[in-house]
């Protein structure tokens, strides 16, 4: 099977590639210079209130990047530049209110969230500051998967994700930056400032306006894998966000940074399923489910290869790893090597999520995430108590565990493929059993 058919797509995905490398590079070395710049306390503070600030931003999109990215992807095929601006202008709307109140409403209760619920009245000023920045990310979530849509995916991860790191980092570097406070400043701006630069390029980019596609089909679109979305986001930050009401500030900053530094071994899953995404749905739409089959080995394959020496660096060296943060953080080199596992499995699952959702099968993939979710918060509750931050990493390993696997089982019943056998089909692995076997 050839699943590069011409140069534009190599090209392409080379492209993608690379600019997903620099914006994963960017989020950990922001991630690394706040540590060292604020101090492992301060920097507990701002990696909470940026984790709630991330959360509340995916709660107020209400599931529509899903639907962005399938309305402006269909209809640019076709040039159909009506169902690309009303898709986009509806969406952008919808999403302005939501997060204009959840924004105003994290505001106004800064105090009681910081002092009733993480039980750190020193966090309602990073909460309020940052606020408006719910806003920000909200929409300029929607601009990257508007210019995903439109084949334009160095702009997609630029504006998603380079440029607020990019002009946070040049912040904490160049304005004297000492605090948690004004980190969250520069923040909120950085997300101000990418929003406005993000709509001007985008309007730049769209058609002749026409008629657009009807609300109704807007949120039938949308609300379906809203919850999914909630119940991911609770996966992965569960674990944190009970640490930060029953843990201090420390503990809160080296979960964080454990947690961002064990997601580079997931980086490789989110270029492969920038590839394999649409192929997926294509080949289902033709009912060539062997290619389906051979597509998803393939790239479980390759992702094993690229993320394995990442998993041994972690698991060998977390220590080292650890102290890229600055002093204090070196305590949490438990912690990486029990998310790093949790984020190996992530990846040797394969692109579970993507072959349910590319083949019509969502409420399938909503099955492992209501699963998964109320184990990963009921896991969070009862070991952070008993084990502290240790107790967060570990229920978040394990729910993440627990998805993939649910995932695993759903694709293997709908699709008849089974991802955890990534050998079939290689030729290599095949002569290798054959060998043992003779043995």
Known sequence: MNIFKNNDLIFSSILGFFARALAVG????MSVVIGRVLGVTESGYFFLAFNVLTFLAVFSRLGLDNTVLRFTGSAFAEKDWAVVRGVLVRAVLIVCITSSVISSALYFFREFLAGSVFFKPELAPMLGIMAPGIVSVSLLA???????GLRRLIASVFFSNIVINFLLLAGLLFLGVSSAEQSAWVYTVSACISLFAGFWVLI????????????????????????????????????QFV??????????????????????????????NLVVAPRFAAMYKQGALQDMESLAL?????????SLPALAVMLVFP????ELFGAGFEEGRYLLQILAIGQFVNVATGSVGYLLTMSGHERELGRSVLISAPVAMLAAFTLVPLWG???GAVATSLAIILQNLIAVFQVKK?????????????RFFERASMRAWSK
């Open 26 to 29: 960017l989020s950990f070395l």
């Open 142 to 148: 929607i601009i990257g998967v508007a210019f995903q």
């Open 204 to 239: 730049g980019a769209l058609g002749k306006e026409g008629r657009a596609p009807s609300w109704s089909d807007i949120f039938h679109s949308c609300l379906p894998l809203w919850l999914v979305t909630l119940m991911s986001q609770l996966i992965q930050f569960s674990g």
């Open 243 to 272: 640490a930060g009401g029953l843990l201090n500030a420390e503990a809160v900053a080296q979960l964080a940074a454990a947690q961002r530094t064990a997601m580079l071994i997931s980086f490789i899953l989110t270029v492969v």
């Open 298 to 306: 393939a790239s479980v394959r390759l992702m094993l290869f690229c």
């Open 319 to 322: 220590t080292a790893l650890m």
């Open 389 to 391: 931050a240790v107790g």
């Open 414 to 426: 709908t699709l008849g493929i089974n991802t955890l056998l990534f050998w079939r089909g290689s």
